[in-house]
């Protein structure tokens, strides 16, 4: 056997926000004895299980799953963190599969970075007080003087900005071509593979998901959050519907507005997401599922992995 091959078989699933990647993982962890890593830069935080549409109750009972609820809504959790947390449970022996639509966090980790990109705390201090200086629309297009190349970071994405930031300001260089230059192999064999609907598809799924959401608790997890002193300028309280639950909460958009707010939001996102995923296939990064039902996606996954050398 050659060096790839001997290395651990962990899989990855993704797809946009609503495509029903979460029950899909589910299933290939109950059939295979896996257990499941959520690729979920939101999920990953206490207190938004319904803003997050986490695994519920029952999904956790039926699998492990790792990094959902796992840390609190004040942390800042980076894609070095979650390339740690993955790199630990595989060095316990366990078998796992990845899913989730945070394709920075699964990119990071098929692509990994030296560790020597890191930066100091002093940096990073410096570089959390222009921020917040400059607040995130101007900050971001400071960041955009230092490394066109990361015009696709959401203004919205605080974390992610300040971390390209701190990498720029840290190497003396754009983050971009830093990064590229600071690629090593991953530790483990993880193909990708990918939910890939069009928008339209999505449309109604996402309004009626939506609505459940909203009368199952979405308004009162952000309600508590922001009660117990939680940072709404934080990267919990960036989670999609959570800035317009605030605005709603101060009175200053109706409830209608708000649905209709976060429908427009959320539809952005995966559009996105899609976009994203579309190149990725495209690069021949990623596989995409063939169209049809659940259960004809989970035998196709089942014979790819079986293919691939690791369905046991």
Known sequence: MDSVTQRPFLPALSGPTGCGKS????????????EVISAD????????????AAPDAGMLTRVIHHLVGSHEPSDTVSAGDFCRTVRSLLAEGRPCLMAGGSLFYIQAWRSPVDE????DEELRLRVRALFEEQGAEAFRETLLQHDPEAAWIDRRDSAKL???????MGTGRPASEALRELRRDCPARTPLFVIQPELAELTPRLKRRLKQMLSGGMIEEVEALLNAGVDPAGHALSSVGAPEIALHLRGEITRESLEEKIYRRTRQYAKKQLTWIRKLVRQ??????????????????LQRFEQEGGRA
């Open 41 to 52: 830069s939101r999920q990953i935080y206490r207190g938004l299980a319904v803003a997050t």
């Open 284 to 301: 021949g990064e990623a596989e995409a599922l063939p169209k049809g039902p659940l259960e004809g996606q989970e035998a196709w996954l």
């Open 23 to 34: 029950e899909l993982a589910l299933r290939l962890a109950e059939r295979l004895g896996r």
């Open 162 to 168: 300040r971390r390209y930031m701190e990498i720029s």
């Open 116 to 119: 020597s990109v890191g930066v």
